[in-house]
T-cell receptor, first 118, second 112 residues
């Protein structure tokens, strides 16, 4: 079973529409961290947000907002008034302790490609 | 600060050839990671290191070796390249457990 599921493979919207990218995770740890990364067409990976398992407060940063709900194991990402520059692949990731080594590693979802057209 | 750098940016190998990918970071981070990215698969962890001289296997370690002789460098080796290792390779580093990882620009490797 996937530890991080991004069920939406590709989403297409028109500029100024709001869009929500879904992320569902699976872990038995009580302490873990969730992340979102953006990968624009140029290929680099850009960190967007980090959230620890003890902080369920929603966060807003400009047009971006994140909704963390432990009850549903979800960490969804909403872009308000989307722009063409938001076109990218967005990855959700989970950091938890590796069972074999005890060290923390990052598990990525398969990503959601967002296409924003003018 | 350069952040995380990777050398080379592109490489084409023939099956059976060997090569080493170099990752360097100037942020004094303890943790370093190697991932591969394949279409529709997201990023998968190959190996990682929690400090100088220590390495551990990730999700897809077969066919790769790593070394961390200096804190700032993390090398990924392919001893006998196979077409299945055609991928984009990303290196990353982080300050400590649970902190965000900073990624290099990636290396596009093609094995013919």
């Amino acid at each position: 079973a996937q530890k991080v599921t991004q069920a939406q493979t590709e989403i297409s919207v028109v500029e100024k529409e709001d869009v929500t990218l879904d992320c569902v995770y699976e872990t038995r740890d009580t302490t873990y961290y969730l992340f979102w990364y953006k990968q624009p067409p140029s290929g680099e990976l850009v960190f967007l947000i980090r959230r620890n398992s003890f902080d369920e407060q929603n966060e807003i940063s400009g047009r971006y907002s994140w909704n963390f709900q432990k009850s549903t194991s979800s960490f969804n990402f909403t872009i308000t008034a989307s722009q063409v520059v938001d076109s990218a692949v967005y990855f959700c990731a989970l950091s938890e302790a590796d069972k074999a080594s005890g060290y923390s590693t990052l598990t990525f979802g398969k990503g959601t490609m967002l296409l924003v057209s003018p | 600060n350069a952040g995380v750098t990777q050398t080379p940016k592109f490489r084409v190998l023939k099956t059976g050839q060997s090569m080493t990918l170099l990752c360097a970071q100037d942020m004094n981070h303890e943790y370093m990671y190697w991932y591969r990215q394949d279409p529709g698969m997201g990023l998968r962890l190959i190996h990682y290191s929690v400090g100088e001289g220590t390495t551990a296997k990730g999700e897809v370690p077969d066919g790769y070796n790593v070394s961390r002789l200096k804190k700032q460098n993390f090398l990924l080796g392919l001893e006998s390249a196979a077409p299945s290792q055609t991928s984009v390779y990303f290196c990353a580093s982080s300050y400590r457990v649970g902190k965000e990882q900073f990624f290099g620009p990636g290396t596009r490797l093609t094995v013919l």
